[in-house]
């Protein structure tokens, strides 16, 4: 605390010369909230990007398979969350879903959903991103040389394993640059968990301006935030293909 | 973080497919199933009904017929600014995507810059700045110009929109052949002239597909403006709610009606987008 | 990199330009007169103070109140709904010209716009609990979830002070529902809310058991610098408490008579 004491000294400094109001790194209850909402952020993204990917694996998969009822409820989940505003999915989740769910009771007797603020985000951002990686992986799979699945089958490969080893990996590394933009607006688009009172970065800086009457000062740190968030992700995913690349496959 | 990924329904638009053996491909899309749907939808809504805990003096269904003119009215204004974001993104994210391709190093450098700030930044968050920050009436010498909120809205969905274009621009110019550029320039055509009557043609009909798709993204992402006060279809969907009462049971219906609202408005943009996609994917 | 860090900065500090173009004005009270139009910020979701008819029209105390000083100006009035978040923003910005929104007098808004007195009306904050949760004083709020409004100013107060857990949505209808649902134990808002609120049937169950916190008057704002403007409102508001114009409001409206207009009235005559 005290390393930082020079910090915020010159911060209130600034306000006080300038009217340059960076609260949150002056004012220690501001400052608390702030880090606790990047922080939540943080954790949502991690989370929603784990699930989303998932829920885009199992959806290509649910999409090819010999199920007619199968493939059309793949389908129907895909048109559904890919063509319906997220904002109002993650209204419809919290609120709407909520009461038809089982309730557990709190400290006062009282009945409580089972399912709360982060968790519903978590889940309606996870499902709408994840109807765009549904769309991504399946293009991945398609593109992949025909003759590469003969050449599985003739190996004897079982539908399943064709799956897992071939399809799956190979499909990957092509769909990698359409994955990685949609990761990319995935963190973006978490700061609509806002609307449900979960206490992310854009949560948090609205209680601070609405406190401090420093709009500006916050837009901007909230900018540079979420440009530095997604210039780790993109960094990532671009290690990662790199570390993929296969010479002779793809571009 | 120098080379940041390509806008990504481009790449699959533009990949051959694997046609026979194991089918992956989707269905062949017709109204029939946006029937489906809907009817899917409006069973949610009748569960979530069914579901409802507190008595209703009214049904849920009256209700929602009695507030439908005004909830009409907040998703016209949706459609409304969809249009001229869209507007206003497409010219000037082609400006930006041919500054992109261009070859003074500056140029491109600027205009990079500029579509990674509002392809990055969250569309809620450019939507606050816009709002807050933009004066409400302005002066430019004896001009006198008025930006009333869902303006403002149209100018912070406006600009995500143009980076976005931008990168479909630069997307489709280099996925044209490199021969073409290579033919044309032996052929004696100046930069301008190879740009737009060779390059620019056929990569249109090629940009055309992810250009539909962003469409589709902003409308459903015009809802957002509710969150800084403009009137729109959500924002209206709040105010019937008080007006109801506080109903906790009208919750559900109301949010599934907006919901089909924009299901019904943005499938068939996006049926017209897959094949449209299917046909550029032949003629390739 | 350099190179576009510095593209980054100018992009940054141009929009800050723009934000620092603020409008001037010479006389507010001319400029309405000349155009006609009296435009009021004014809440959609705060019945019966605010709200809306099944047409979209704005109705209710505030609306009627800015419809009376319209009338004495010999102009029309349209109305823009606010949202507490969003509501100082909008005078500051010129969007409206006058706001009749709910708005607490406090020190803090007073140092950015101008709020007209007499204030017209008070209220103060409040928890509204269902009855059988056993709250019996401010005290016991601690660590426990709270609903509530972002951008209400008792907000940081109720989470600094009695150290409660506040969750807060964006309208009165999403914290209601979250209330409702068990999703907070109970819902800070302001006591003249709650009170309307408890007496809908469809809220029979729930009680306003604590006493009322911090109560504050409600002003009008205008923008800063305005004298002429504000010294009409302010004849205004003395002269509805003369003729006890609120109280009529309030029995239009079907809420009980406030203590605040009552001493207001009993003052002015």
């Known amino acids: 605390m005290n390393a930082l004491a020079p910090i915020a000294d010159w911060f209130r400094h600034l306000n006080a010369t300038t009217g340059i109001n960076f609260t949150v790194f002056y004012d220690p209850f501001d400052a608390t909230r702030f880090v606790h909402g990047l922080w939540v952020t943080i954790e949502l993204s991690v989370v929603t990007i784990i699930a989303s990917v998932l829920v885009g694996v199992i959806g290509a998969w649910g999409q090819g398979v010999k199920s007619a009822w199968v493939r059309g409820v793949t389908w129907s989940y895909v048109e559904l969350f890919r063509n319906t505003p997220p904002l109002v999915q993650i209204y419809f989740f919290f609120f709407g879903l909520s009461a038809v ?56 490969y079982t539908r399943r394993q064709t799956y897992l080893n071939v399809i799956l990996p190979l499909g990957l590394r092509i769909c990698l640059p359409a994955l990685t933009n949609n990761l990319v607006n995935l963190i973006k688009t978490t700061t609509l968990a806002y609307a449900i009172a979960v206490p992310e970065l854009l949560y948090v800086s609205n209680q601070i301006w609405s406190d401090a009457e420093n709009v500006p000062e916050m837009m901007i740190l909230l900018f540079i935030i979420y440009i530095i968030l997604v210039g780790i992700l ?7 293909e790199r570390s993929l690349r296969r010479p002779g496959l793809g571009t | 973080m120098s080379d940041l990924p390509v806008f990504p329904k481009l790449p699959a638009a533009l990949r051959p497919r ?3 053996g194991l089918s992956f491909a989707l269905p062949r899309l017709t109204i029939w199933h946006g029937f489906g749907l809907t009817a899917l939808l409006l069973i949610c809504a009748s569960v979530a009904q069914a579901a409802n805990p507190a008595p209703l003096q009214k049904s849920i269904f009256a209700t929602l017929v009695q507030w439908t003119p005004l909830l009409l009215r907040g998703f016209l204004l949706n459609i409304e600014i969809s249009f001229l974001s ?18 003074t190093k500056p140029l491109r450098q600027t205009s990079w810059a500029l579509t990674q700030f509002f392809r990055n930044a969250p569309w809620l968050a450019l939507l606050f700045f816009m709002i807050y920050l933009l004066p409400y009436h302005m002066r430019i010498g004896g001009l006198h110009i008025s930006l009333p909120d869902w303006l403002k809205a149209v100018v912070g969905l406006g600009l995500p929109v143009m980076a976005n274009v931008a990168e479909i621009v630069r997307g489709g110019v280099r996925s044209i052949h490199p021969g073409q550029w290579e033919a044309s320039e032996s052929l004696g055509f100046t930069r301008n002239q190879q740009l737009f009557s060779i390059i620019l043609p056929q990569a249109f009909k090629r940009m055309l597909p992810p250009w539909m798709n962003l469409y589709a993204i902003l409308t459903t992402n015009t809802t ?61 | 990199m350099k190179f576009k860090a510095f593209l980054l900065s100018g992009l940054v500090a141009g929009f800050g330009a723009a934000y620092a173009a603020a409008p001037a004005h010479a006389d507010e009270l001319q400029d309405i007169k000349s155009k ?32 009376d000083i319209a009338k004495r100006l010999g102009v029309k009035v349209r109305y823009v709904n606010v949202v507490a978040a969003n509501r100082i923003q909008f005078l500051q910005q010129g969007k409206i010209d006058l706001l009749i929104a709910t708005m607490n007098d406090t020190p803090e808004r007073a140092k950015i716009v101008d709020i007209i007195h007499p204030d017209y009306y008070a209220s103060g904050y409040n928890l509204m609990v269902a009855k059988t949760v056993p709250l019996h004083s401010w005290s016991q709020v601690k660590g ?115 203590k605040f207009a009552e001493d207001a009235h009993k003052a002015a005559k």
């Open chain 3, 144 to 258: 426990v979830p709270v609903c509530a409004i972002q951008g209400s100013f008792y907000n940081k107060e109720v989470a600094e002070k009695y150290g409660a857990e506040l969750v807060a949505f964006t309208g009165v209808a999403e914290a209601l529902t979250a209330l409702h649902q068990g999703r907070c134990d109970a819902f800070l808002y302001d006591d003249t809310a709650i009170e309307g609120k408890l007496q809908d049937p469809n809220w029979s169950g729930y009680d306003m058991p604590l006493p009322s916190q911090d109560a504050q008057p409600w002003g009008m704002a205008i923008k800063q610098g305005e004298p002429a403007f504000e010294k009409f409102l302010s004849q205004t508001v003395s002269d509805w408490n003369k003729t006890g114009y609120v109280l009529q409001l309030e029995t239009k409206y079907h809420i009980q008579h406030s």
């Open chain 1, 101 to 156: 769910l089982p309730h557990t009771h709190n400290g006062f007797g009282m009945a409580q959903p089972l399912i709360g603020g982060f968790a519903w985000a978590s889940i309606s951002l996870a499902l709408y991103a994840g109807s765009f990686n549904v769309e991504i992986f399946r293009s991945g799979i398609e593109a992949i040389p025909h003759s590469m699945l003969e050449a599985a089958e003739a190996l004897g």
């Open chain 1, 234 to 240: 993109v960094a990532l995913m671009h290690w990662w």
């Open chain 2, 18 to 20: 694997a046609r026979a």
């Open chain 2, 224 to 284: 957002l403006a509710s969150i800084v006060g403009v009137n729109d279809v959500v924002t209206r969907a709040g105010q019937v709610l008080a007006a109801a009462g506080n109903n906790p049971g009208l919750l559900a219906p109301v949010y599934a009606y907006v919901l089909l609202l924009f299901f019904i408005y943005t499938y068939p943009v996006a049926i017209a987008t897959r094949r449209l996609e299917r046909r550029t994917k032949v003629r390739i």
């Open chain 3, 36 to 67: 006609g139009v009296l435009v009021v910020g004014v809440k959609a979701d705060y019945p019966p103070f605010g709200y809306l008819s099944p047409s979209g029209q704005n109705i209710g105390i505030e609306p009627d109140m800015a419809a």
């Open chain 2, 86 to 103: 869209m507007a206003m993104g497409t010219i000037l994210g082609i400006a930006l995507g041919l500054g992109l391709v261009a070859q």
